[in-house]
């Protein structure tokens, strides 16, 4: 079935690094683009990066810009999300969402999520 | 940046009644690209409308959308168990950034 499975979430010292991993399956990854999405515990949701079908465009939340990096390998039907100088306010759990041609660009699939802290 | 504001923040109801739930834009929202999410504790958030009145695939007729511009609403009516959870309007489809609203959380009365 159509799915988007998150990993790479964990415990993280501030000014680490941690690289997130969303793997697609169930519908042709290479045609669609995705974003990530964050929820802080007890917050709402926070869009965070886009990445174009082709990973030939790139757009950012200002809160991380100049911090993460969105990636994609289309051959591995899998997005990256390079999370680098992470603060306590990073703490969320990650989601990944494909974004829907049919509705205009609304997220019509999303993962289970990977949670990530910020803690020393 | 588009920022949304949903109210009520809290909206308590009993199960078989009516639910209206508010998104004001600060801005007009681009071709009414405008969603509502539905998200269970413990769940990812899930599509529920998208272009402001456009069911998504599988969500039953009881939730509907309606406005354009800056004013927006999703109503549910006849409110069954499942439905008490948090929802979220968002704009998407223009320029990033892709705004979500604060979240409107539907509770048992």
């Known amino acids: 079935q159509v799915q988007l499975v998150e990993s790479g979430g964990g415990v993280v010292q501030p000014g680490r690094s941690l690289r997130l991993s969303c793997a697609a399956s169930?519908?042709?990854?290479?045609?669609?683009?995705i974003h990530w999405v964050r929820q802080a515990p007890g917050k709402g949701l926070e869009w965070v990066a886009l990445?174009?079908?082709?990973?030939?465009?790139?757009y950012y939340a200002d809160s991380v810009k100049g911090r993460f990096t969105i990636s994609r390998d289309n051959s591995k039907n899998t997005l990256y999300l390079q999370t680098n100088s992470l603060r306590a306010d990073d703490t969320a759990v990650y989601y990944c969402?494909?974004?829907?041609?049919?509705?205009?660009?609304?997220?019509?699939?999303w993962g289970q999520g990977t949670m990530v802290t910020v803690s020393s | 940046e588009i920022v949304l504001t949903q109210s009520p923040g809290t909206l308590s109801l009993s199960p078989g009644e009516r639910a209206t739930l508010s998104c004001r834009a600060s801005?007009?929202?681009?071709?009414?690209?405008l969603a509502w999410y539905q998200q269970r504790p413990g769940q990812a958030p899930r599509l529920l409308i998208y272009?402001?009145?456009s069911r998504a695939t599988g969500i039953p007729d009881r939730f509907s959308g309606s406005g354009s511009g800056t004013d927006f609403t999703l109503t549910i009516t006849r409110l069954e168990p499942e439905d008490f959870a948090v929802y979220y309007c968002?704009?998407?489809?223009?320029?990033?950034?892709?705004?979500f609203g604060q979240g409107t959380k539907l509770e048992i009365k």
């Open positions: 801005q007009s929202v681009t071709s009414s690209y």
């Open positions: 169930g519908f042709t990854f290479s045609s669609y683009g």
């Open positions: 969402a494909r974004e829907a041609p049919t509705t205009g660009g609304a997220f019509d699939i």
């Open positions: 990445i174009w079908y082709d990973g030939s465009d790139k």
């Open positions: 272009a402001a009145s």
């Open positions: 968002q704009q998407y489809g223009s320029s990033p950034p892709f705004t």
